[in-house]
């Protein structure tokens, strides 16, 4: 699985833009680099994954990244993507994140001074252009373990208003702060999450919250969780967006990591028909694994995976079986009758398409070289990327696709 992640990121500049239908603007994202490895890796795939990557995972803008990457990314997603759309993006970048269970800590950013300049520089590539902000997972909830938590102590309210008040200069921004949807069920932590969204937004202009995010929560749940809080709010001026990626099948347990029961959600849109819920967007890469969920502290509902992060096929599969695109679309499932023959077409073309790439870039390269016009100097060739696409009915699992090393 580590060399999976390795060839995501060699191939992650082969994507392209992603689309989901919106009522103002499209919302976009580019694909996760996840996608691009396991396509290669996981050819029966591709079919799948190429159905996920048209309809919009939001795109991670984190401090996890080395050296500088993340302005990367933000510049990739912004020069991806028309101005007619609307940028769709996870900021992950707190000074010590994830301060309880710490299964996210790690990053570049260590003081409020690194964690603004960090916000500053996506504000500064985004400009005004329309953009969909999901502002830091988990850390208002962890705010609502109280005055003593870890979450107080290591600044998370005045870094999450630094960040309010960069990222509200942009008038087209709209900005969903993450509140931990776990907080709301109960009427009393309710009016606490509740009191801290408003201490943190009278720092600037909010849109409103984000529920499930990286969960497997049912969407009417959700829904109460989103009236829990206008509640306890007092108001509805905040609306709510619903993280659908992995919850189709509503699981209701306390589980949160590699739920075998999990499908692929309903697709990004802002076209809900739920008068309180904004959006329906995919956070989580579907078939990126929640970690190795082997411990004690996790029940059988999870499935043991590789870290966190990496692409996990067995999930995939199952997400995919699961879900909408299969319970709802009735595209085929992995397990189609006659699609094994379709999966095997796919592995013998990719490979094909290498051969072909590689042979005719060879020949070219050598004949360009010699000829008497490029003796002085050596010219390096340009190769054409060939894509094949599979049939509809081209996604029966065979099993792990052999590793590929090209070397050119």
Known sequence: MRGLFTASLVFSVLWTPQYA????????????STYAGAK????????????????????????REINGE????????????????????VIYGLPNKDCEAGYSSGGNNTNSTQYEAFVSALAEVVGDRKALYILEPDAVGLLGSGPDSCAEKFG???NLKRAIRILAKNP?????????????ADPVKADAIAKIVRNITSAGRVKGITLNTSNYQGTNAMVQMCNNFQTAYGSKDLGCIIDTSRNYNAYNGSEWCNVRSGGIGHPPTSKTGIDNIDYFVWV?????SDGECDG????SDAMVGPEAGLFFPE?????????????????????????????????????????VVVVVGGIWFKCHRFSPSNTEKPVSPAFTTIVTTPRRNSLRSLGSAPSLEFKV
């Open 21 to 32: 239908t919106a009522d103002d603007a499209a919302l976009c994202s580019i694909p996760p």
């Open 40 to 63: 290669l890796q996981f050819p029966q795939f591709q079919f799948a994954i190429e159905q996920l990557e048209h309809r919009g995972t939001a795109t991670w803008y984190t401090d």
């Open 70 to 89: 993340h302005v990367k990314v933000a510049e990739r997603l912004v020069e991806a993507c028309d101005n007619s759309t609307r940028l769709t993006a």
């Open 156 to 158: 998370y309210r005045d």
């Open 172 to 184: 087209n921004a709209d900005i969903y702060l993450d509140v931990g949807f776990w907080r709301l």
């Open 284 to 288: 989580k890469p579907p078939g990126e």
């Open 296 to 299: 004690d502290d996790h029940t």
């Open 315 to 355: 999930e995939f599969e199952l997400l995919w079986d699961q879900g909408y695109f299969v319970q709802e679309e009735g595209m085929p499932s992995f397990g189609s009758d006659d699609s094994s023959s379709q999966s095997a077409g796919v592995i013998v073309a990719t490979c094909l398409a290498v051969v």
